[in-house]
Nanobody, 121 residues
Framework: QVQLVESGGGLVQAGGSLRLSCAAS????????MGWYRQAPGKQRELVAT???????NYVDSVKGRFTISRDNAKNTVYLQMNSLKPEDTAVYYC???????????????WGQGTQVTVSS
């Protein structure tokens, strides 16, 4: 199995910055796409940003120009640098990885436990 552990959430004022980290560990054969999702109270979970093993990135429109996703393949770690934060960015942020725990296994979705990001106005 693959475990994802997030860190870096917290409370910040509007306009501030935070950096989230997510490290994958356990039985890892390969990890394809890694990404960040978020869920605000009363809302559905939404994609924030993804990055492939080759470095191709994708962002939801609301964070383009403010957030940057990156990864260190050697460390199986993905990062989310969040700048110019807004109160509407407040949510629980979840790390996601799509990968295989064995060479013969199929692709699976793995999720972290979530980290709270709160942006005050």
């Amino acid at each position: 199995q693959v475990q994802l552990v997030e860190s870096g959430g917290g409370l910040v004022q509007a306009g501030g910055s935070l950096r989230l980290s997510c490290a994958a560990s356990g039985s890892i054969f390969s990890i394809n796409t890694m990404g960040w999702y978020r869920q605000a109270p009363g809302k559905q979970r939404e994609l924030v940003a993804t990055i492939t093993s080759g470095g191709s990135t994708n962002y939801v429109d609301s964070v383009k120009g403010r957030f940057t996703i990156s990864r260190d393949n050697a460390k199986n770690t993905v990062y989310l640098q969040m700048n110019s934060l807004k109160p509407e960015d407040t949510a629980v942020y979840y790390c996601n990885a799509v990968g295989r725990s064995t060479w013969y296994g199929g692709l699976k979705d793995y999720w972290g436990q979530g980290t709270q990001v709160t942006v005050s106005s």
